[in-house]
Structures are given as C-alpha cells and as structure tokens.
C-alpha cells in the first residue's frame, strides 16, 4: 500500500523532472533565438513601440481570444460527438495544462497524457478521453499535413530550398504511419493487442514486473484498446452536427494560429501577403511535429526565422519570433502552470 510519505515523493519526483524539462526547453528557445539572431537578422534587433499600440493589442486580444476559445471548443465537441459533456471552465482549464504540458516534454506527448488524466478526474473513462484527445489531434494532422503539400511546392520562398525535398520524403512517410497505425487501431485491433500482450509476458519473465501488476496491465491494455476502438466508431456515428462543429472549430483553431504573424507584421507597417505567412507557418508547424525538443523549441524559431527573413527586415526578424512564440506559446505555458499549481493545491486539500 502506498502511503503519503511515497505519495509525495513521486510528486516530487515529477516536478523535478518538469523543472528540468522546462530549463531544456528555455536553453533551446534562446540557442533558437540566437541563430535567428546571427544567421537571419544581421546581428540586428530593435523593439518597436508599434506592437505595443493599442489597436495592436485590441487586434492580438482578440485573435487570442479565438485562439484559445477554438482550442477548447473542438475537444468539447469531439466529446459531445461521443456522448460526453463537460463544463466549459473544466474545458477551457484543459486547454492551458495541455499548453504547459505539450510544450516542456519532448515530443509533445506529455500534452496528450495531461488532457487523459484530467479528463479521467471529470468523469470521462480513459477509452473515451484517449479517444477524444485522439480524435482532436488527428483532426488537425489531417489539415495542416493535407495542406503542407500544397503550400511547399507552391511558395516562392520555399522554391529551391533542400527543405522541400527533405520535408516531401517525410511527408509520405509520416502520413502512411499514422493512417496505417490508426487502421489498424480501428479495424484490426486484436492485431495491436498481441504485441502488446507478449510483451508484458516477456516483462514478467525477466521480473521487470511482478504478477499481479502484469496481469492488470494485460486487462486494462485490452480494455482501454477495444474501448477506443469503439470510441472512434462511435465518434463517426455521433450526431452530425457536433462531428461537424468538431471539424470547424479545429479549422478556425488553425487559423488563428497561423494569422498570428500577419497580425504582427502588418502592425509593423509591412505590406502582408495573407496566403503567403499561412502558407509558411503552416510548413513550419508540420517540420515541429518532428521535433524532438520539448515543444520544438530551438527549432520553431529556427525554421520560422529562415522562412521570414525574405519578409521582415533583420531589426524586425528576432521580435517577430519572440512576438509570435509569445503569444502562440509561452503566455499559454504560464496560464497553464498557474492553472495545473491550483489543481493540484486543491486536490491535496481534498
């Protein structure tokens, strides 16, 4: 039995490795920030009180707004299309703990994780919350991979660039995964589960686990699989019009992420190629699903600076960046860890 002493212990564990994930992730943003700085922008950096104005903050409040809102909304639809309903403050709190934790854990998988368990803690079982965070991230691959294609071989900027090779061959690779994983998941289930099964038995054999904890994993790993299986079935059958809200609220979602450096470089008195900005930070944002870094840090400043140096000035380049990591990032990162400190606060109470 686990007492409180074990309790805290692993509590303190976890923060430690957060903590330590969280440094990782601001080394990267400032060695990022710094090749912008010397390979892009000349050296050069200057603030410029336009972006403070405030008709430029009423515009970036808004757009947040949007921003933050559709975030919360596709999820709430998706579980609704699966026959669950939650508050919308619990909604709108998974959206900054998914922020904080998807962007301080490599490869963005702590994100998915975070919004299971909290989930969980609402009342939703674990098939459908995997299920419904499933759905809502697969929902926003297949836009942003559908469109990268089409935005990498049409933009002037990206034209003879070894990128668009590199990215091409990934491309074909990535999506072939992810439709065979999630096929597979759906269709032939059973095909998933007996890997899965031989390997926890081999597990128990090399007394990595004891019995009893191999034979719960075995019935819960069957358990939840078939249980999100069903899910997704059930989610395609679920009343239409909140399948359909699910799909509209992860494209306004995406928009608004990607009109965010518009935003920004017309308050910055620039002439602003609408199409073109989307177009590039959609490419950059497909290039961050392969980032291993914690919320592909170092590597989103990286690639956006060399995709916007043909546009913005090198004084405007590195705000820019910062500007839009900003907004787009680390200010939900600090909601989120303020919001994940008084969950758990009030959790301990009880």
């Known amino acids: 039995m ?47 009180a336009r972006l403070i104005a405030p008709e430029t903050l009423l515009a970036v409040g808004g757009l947040l707004l949007v921003y933050f809102a559709s975030d919360g909304l596709r999820l709430y639809y998706t579980l609704r299309a699966l026959d669950y309903r ?6 709108f709190k998974l959206v900054f703990i998914n922020l904080f934790f998807s962007n301080v854990t490599p490869m963005a998988t702590g994100g998915g994780f975070a919004q299971i368990w909290y989930l ?18 697969v929902l926003a691959v297949m836009f942003i991979f559908s469109l990268t294609p089409v935005f990498l071989f049409t933009l002037q900027p990206l034209q003879g660039q070894s990128i668009s090779g590199q990215v091409g061959t990934a491309l074909a690779v990535f999506v072939s995964l992810y439709l065979g994983f999630f096929i597979i998941l759906l269709f032939r289930t059973r095909w998933l589960i007996t890997p899965l099964s031989k390997l926890f038995s081999l597990m128990r054999r ?14 819960r790993c069957r358990r ?15 009343r239409p019009r909140y399948v359909l809200l699910s799909i509209l609220f992860t494209a306004v979602f995406l928009l608004s992420l990607f009109s965010f450096p518009a935003l920004l470089i017309h308050a910055l008195g620039y002439q602003v190629d609408y199409l073109l900005t989307v177009g590039l930070l959609v490419v950059t944002t497909f290039i961050m699903y392969f980032s291993p870094t914690p919320g592909a840090s170092g590597i989103s400043e990286g ?13 405007h380049l590195v705000l820019v960046t910062v500007a839009w990591r900003l907004l787009t990032i680390y200010l939900g990162m600090i909601i989120g860890l303020i919001v994940l400190q008084r969950e758990l606060t009030k959790d301990k109470r009880t």
């Open 2 to 48: 686990t007492d409180s002493t074990d309790i805290d212990y692993q509590k303190g564990t976890s923060w430690r490795k957060l903590g330590v994930f969280g440094l990782v992730f601001v080394v990267l943003t400032a060695a990022g920030l710094l090749t912008v700085y010397h390979q892009f922008a000349d050296r050069s950096f200057t603030f410029d």
């Open 86 to 91: 939650l508050p919308f403050r619990v909604m």
């Open 120 to 137: 969980t803690r609402h009342g939703v079982p674990m098939g459908r919350a995997t299920a419904a965070t499933t759905i809502r991230t």
């Open 206 to 219: 090399l007394h990595l686990i004891s019995e009893r904890r191999h034979d719960r994993w075995q019935f």
């Open 224 to 238: 939840e699989m078939l249980r999100f299986s069903f899910s997704f079935n059930d989610y395609l059958k679920g």
């Open 303 to 315: 690639v956006f600076g060399s995709f916007f140096r043909g546009i913005l000035s090198g004084n």
